[in-house]
């Protein structure tokens, strides 16, 4: 292990809509240059656990921790190490694939020179080059996201949420936006966190956190979590925590 503060520190997280309950005394921690899958169904409170994280609801309870900076007292140190993928599509369909880059930098403070040559490398890279001039409009849905991941990569986060980001994908297009992410991972030690419903986005090397009606019900590598319940797949161990059954895929 090495003395580097975890990329994503969740200690204690409640959070309560009125009299529900949707998150309830949640920890977890996503170590530096990891693939973390937040594993959970419906309901389980994986969107409201992303607004805490981003700072769109304040925390009342518990602590978040970004690179060792709180969400809450040092928002701005804390935020500039995140980049995120919301589940809602949030391309701007009218304007070219560069000119999402340059109006998304710019909230960073990235001026349009900087923003151009960060973006022609990151689509470069991934295989995306011609379609810079296109309209967002005139890519397909998985080509979107793969837009708005390399989008959020624009300010050079060293930490990738990414909340659903293959809802509504064919297979084709999930695996190629997986092994995308992935190879993230490996090539810049991206921390990410990714959460889905869908089992079969898991690899035994995955550390993986079970979130179920708001509460955290493991927390470990998929290995572990497969020894812990006696199962010998991740699909038989979450069925076994939870008592639900999880989508193989979409
Ligand atoms: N604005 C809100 N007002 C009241 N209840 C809410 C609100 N947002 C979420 N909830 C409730 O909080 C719980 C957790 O919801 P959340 O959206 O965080 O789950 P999720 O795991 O992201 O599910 P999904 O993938 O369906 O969005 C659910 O019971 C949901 O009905």
Not at 50 to 79: C, M, N, W
Not at 178 to 205: C, G, N, Y
């Amino acid at each position: 292990m090495s003395d580097e503060p975890l990329a994503l520190d969740v200690a204690h997280i409640g959070h309560s809509y009125g009299a529900r309950r949707a998150l309830d005394d949640v920890s977890f921690s996503v170590a530096a240059g990891s693939f973390t899958v937040l594993l959970g169904l419906n309901g389980a409170g994986k969107s409201t656990l992303f607004s805490l994280i981003t700072r769109l609801y304040a925390a009342r309870e518990g602590k978040i921790a970004i690179f060792g900076h709180d969400v809450a007292r040092e928002s701005g140190a804390a935020l500039r190490r995140l980049g995120v993928v919301f589940q809602a599509r949030t391309l701007d369909l009218e304007l070219s694939v560069m000119q999402n880059f340059i109006y998304h930098a710019a909230l960073h403070g990235i001026g349009p020179g900087e923003a151009k040559r960060r973006g022609a490398a990151l689509l470069e890279r991934a295989g995306l080059a011609d379609r810079a001039k296109d309209k967002a409009r005139d890519l397909s849905g998985g080509q979107m996201r793969r837009v708005e991941i390399l989008r959020a990569l624009l300010h050079e986060p060293r930490l990738l949420l990414l909340d659903e980001p293959t809802v509504g994908l064919d297979i084709k297009a999930r695996a190629d936006i997986l092994a995308q992410v992935r190879a993230l991972v490996a090539e810049r030690k991206l921390a990410v966190l990714w959460t889905t419903h869908l089992i079969d986005e898991v690899t035994p090397s995955d550390d993986v956190v079970v979130l179920h009606q708001g509460k955290v019900l493991a927390a470990d590598t998929s290995a572990n979590i497969m020894a812990a319940t006696r199962t010998d797949n991740i699909g038989a161990a979450f069925e076994r925590l939870t008592g639900a059954k999880a989508r193989d895929a979409a």
